[in-house]
């Protein structure tokens, strides 16, 4: 292998490792810095949101919902999204 490509092969992997998102069955969690501004792009997400109910004891069904967003960017804008999975949820607030 020469230099360039052994320079190529590493320059992707690296910036592939950079990009990749961790996920548990298709759940992708927000990352700590949310974004500020998001494009405008069609690529809906189901994402996770706490509704701000308080339980005393689990399980507790209403602590948390289900709201599809335009993009992840604009799920995880929302600081009270914890992550989302691919595409539309089946129905909202479920």
Known sequence: MNKLSLLILTV??????CTTKPT???????????????????NPVCATRATGLVCVRAP???????ITYENAC????????TGYTPGKCSRDNS
């Open 12 to 17: 992707t992997v690296v910036l592939t490792a």
């Open 24 to 42: 548990v069955g298709g759940y992708i969690a927000c990352e700590k810095q949310r974004p500020t501004a998001c494009r405008a792009e069609d």
């Open 60 to 66: 507790c069904p209403g602590a948390m919902e289900k």
């Open 74 to 81: 604009a799920g995880c804008k929302d600081k009270k999204v």
